[in-house]
């Protein structure tokens, strides 16, 4: 059974750093392409980040430079650095892990962005 839990969302004030976690199990965590998305209120959930097996990333253009993927395949953990946040990145953040196409995730957990 796959288990993805998010951890690590909460409050930031624009221009703060904020890092999320999210343990996998279940899975061979190592084959899996796992990612980011978001979803704010009223909109589409979106596409953040993702890291394959390889290590490659993509990150959607309003996040480059500012965000910051990456997976420990020997704790089956991936991990999301937010930094320089702004109003705009509010929204609930959910851990997806990828294999053919099979989507599984997470909970989600809920980052806002406020002063």
């Known amino acids: 059974q796959v288990q993805l839990v998010e951890s690590g969302g909460g409050l930031v004030q624009p221009g703060g750093s904020l890092r999320l976690s999210c343990a996998a199990s279940?899975?061979?965590?190592?084959?899996?392409?796992m990612g980011w998305f978001r979803q704010a209120p009223g909109k589409q959930r979106e596409l953040v980040a993702i890291i394959n097996g390889d290590y490659s990333t993509y990150y959607r253009d309003s996040v480059k430079g500012r965000f910051t993927i990456s997976r420990d395949n020997a704790k089956n953990m991936v991990t999301l650095q937010m930094n320089s946040v702004e109003p705009e990145d509010t929204a609930v953040y959910y851990c997806n892990a990828n294999l053919n196409f099979q989507n599984n995730w997470g909970q989600g957990t809920q980052v806002t962005v406020s002063s």
């Open positions: 279940g899975i061979i965590f190592r084959l899996y392409r």
